[in-house]
T-cell receptor
Framework: DVKVTQSSRYLVKRTGEKVFLECVQD?????MFWYRQDPGLGLRLIYF???????EKGDIPEGYSVSREKKERFSLILESASTNQTSMYLC??????????????FGDGTRLSIL | SQQGEEDPQALSIQEGENATMNCSYK?????LQWYRQNSGRGLVHLIL?????REKHSGRLRVTLDTSKKSSSLLITASRAADTASYFC??????????????FGKGTLLTVNP
């Protein structure tokens, strides 16, 4: 069965820290995504990657960077954590499809609190 | 910017009743997808309907798509307490946008009371 694993369910960090969120998928998917989910705002795309070492900015990339050195792993980096980055972070992956999109498979999320 | 918007924001029904959720979007699409999210968990894909399809079924789920009105509906028949979750529609950017990006609405919170 399809599996997307996020390294932590809950994480507490301090303002100014560099924070790494890790995501691993076992489906050999080309595409991987990072979203954040906030009450009243829904899911917003931070970054996505369509191949190893390739990345594109989503809707809210400011304050974040990503790394995709291997196909199965996609890391989200908060360069200097701030309290407004407290949120639920969701990782997803999907296979490369034709026109239109294949379903995305999600991990269970990391609830990140920045104090 | 949000492409899909669900309506209503919240829906509360009794077990055994049907639940209908609606999604409206602004620009042309290649397909529309519906997802479910249980509290504190990730999203789970339910169904995908292509722009040239009008209706699709999967078990107790029925999805319709009206591209002329830029709207879709998700019907859950004979609801169960386990259907309690948030439901999201997601749209792609159509022929003019990124081939990879989905845009999610803010979701409908469905509560099914036993």
């Amino acid at each position: 069965d399809v599996k997307v694993t996020q390294s932590s369910r809950y994480l507490v960090k301090r303002t100014g820290e560099k924070v790494f969120l890790e995501c691993v998928q076992d489906m050999d998917h080309e595409n991987m995504f990072w979203y954040r989910q906030d009450p009243g705002l829904g899911l917003r795309l931070i970054y996505f990657s369509y191949d190893v070492k390739m990345k594109e900015k989503g809707d809210i990339p400011e304050g974040y960077s990503v790394s995709r050195e291997k196909k199965e792993r996609f890391s989200l980096i908060l360069e200097s954590a701030s309290t407004n980055q407290t949120s639920m972070y969701l990782c997803a992956s999907s296979p490369r499809g034709g026109l239109g999109h294949q379903p995305q498979h999600f991990g269970d999320g990391t609830r990140l609190s920045i104090l | 910017s949000q492409q899909g918007e669900e309506d209503p924001q919240a829906l509360s029904i009794q077990e055994g009743e049907n639940a209908t959720m609606n999604c409206s979007y602004k620009t042309s699409i290649n397909n529309l997808q519906w997802y479910r999210q249980n509290s504190g968990r990730g999203l789970v894909h339910l169904i995908l309907i292509r722009s040239n399809e009008r209706e699709k079924h999967s078990g107790r789920l029925r999805v319709t798509l009206d591209t002329s009105k830029k709207s879709s509906s998700l019907l859950i028949t004979a609801s169960r307490a386990a259907d309690t979750a948030s439901y999201f529609c997601a749209t792609d950017a159509g022929s003019g946008g990124s081939n990879y990006k989905l845009t999610f609405g803010k979701g409908t919170l469905l509560t099914v009371n036993p």
